[in-house]
């Protein structure tokens, strides 16, 4: 990284992180420290790393992070209207700024006894012991969660006892813009005990035409026979760059389910790992990113079949217009010692123009001899025949090309289990296909 870029970051976290949450926590300064020097060392992550081969971020180290300056009065009549405008019925509802906890447009409602969510500043200072042992479970640091750790803010934070179930889903709003050249970093904590049962809802989103970065990392925690539902659902602002990361640890039975959707930003990375730590847990992720323009939008997985008798399903799709560049880059472990090992994993993109492509690579790395793992992917375009089947009905091309898409994409949205949420993306991916150029194939 360029040492101009590293001494401007050196100097403001010095300056900034007396300021941030828990500052007065020693345990949570010398984790906040720790991270920054690992940062110091790693930087960014580059494309000489296997795992960002496809994925360029050498734009943040040309930058001069900025870090989130206070609203002004235009800037909180933006947020209202963006809550109004993205707000889940019949949900738990925390919403943030450019990091920070807003609490005025927040709405947590009434709780199971026992239920925590709330801001993590608010954790730190309520239960900060909890929050410790939470977070240390997960200190192997990388570039961007190093830099996540260093300078988070705020983010969200959602504790469910055992045998607790959550019957409204939790939805955090994540609203960015504002000053060019600003960063934000939440840091998120899910933790559902033994039993729990439980689903939240992270969405991002940014009206702004300036250049922002948002890098948001989220610890999930699923014990004994615990069931986690985590959607997270990518609409940042068109100049935006994002990357999010998913860290999840499953224990004895416990259930936990990814759904990842990627609609906005010029440049998005989705990181998800799942380590199944104990007999019997069973992982789904799913995802589907929809590009055009120029747009980059990259999602890697990582599921850690560590211990026997666990299971696996992952289905990824992309639907890729204009320029635009997808990448699913998909890895599957088996450990010597999880025989019994039940994986599935495929992915499919459409490529609606000429200029679009994607890079996919999904992976199996098997080490026990008594498994069942599959893999597959295809890259395609539209079935000419089911065109010319549905013309041939009196559907005028584009009308016809945009059913079709639909169809395609759909499959992963019908496994959203929240109808509000489920609605909301249907309504998306119909305005992108209503708004693709007419002469989409020979774009």
Known sequence: MKSESLDHLTHVFTALAPTLPGAALPWMNERRLRAFEQFRVQGFPARSEEAWKYTNLDVLNDKLLRFAPPLDDQGQADVERLVELHALDDAHR???????????????????????????????????????????????????????????????????????????????????????????????????????????????????????????????????????????????????????????????????SSYAFSFGAALARSTITAKLAAPGAHTTLDGLYVGNGKQHLDHYTMIDHAYPQCSSRETYRGVLDGSAHGVFNGRIVVRQDAQKTDADQANHNLLLSRN?????????????????????????QLDETQLFYLRARGIDERAARALLTFAFARDVIDRVAIGALKARLEATLLTRMADAPADAKDA
Request: glycine share 8%; net charge negative.
């Open 356 to 380: 679009a492509e994607v890079d996919t690579k999904p992976q199996l790395e098997i080490f026990a001899d008594d498994v069942r793992c599959t893999h597959g992917t295809t890259v395609g």
């Open 94 to 256: 925390l919403v943030f700024v450019n990091g920070a906890w807003a609490q005025a447009q927040s709405d947590v409602g009434a709780l199971p006894p026992g239920v925590f969510i709330g801001s993590l500043a608010s954790a730190l200072e309520q239960i900060p012991d909890e929050i410790r042992k939470h977070l240390e479970r997960d200190e192997e640091f990388n570039g961007l969660t190093a830099f996540n750790a260093a300078f988070a803010r705020d983010g969200f934070v959602m504790l469910i006892p055992p045998h607790t179930v959550l019957d409204r889903p939790l939805h955090v709003l994540f609203i960015g813009g504002g000053e060019s050249d600003l960063t934000v970093q939440p840091l998120n904590l899910i933790v559902a005990g033994a039993h729990a049962r439980c689903a939240a809802v992270e969405q991002y989103v940014g009206a702004d035409e300036n250049w922002y970065y948002t890098n948001a990392v989220t610890h999930i925690h699923a014990d004994d026979h615990a069931d986690v539902q985590h959607y997270r659902v990518q609409q940042e602002a068109p100049a935006a760059v994002h990357t999010g990361t998913v860290i999840a640890g499953q224990h004895n039975a416990s259930r936990f």
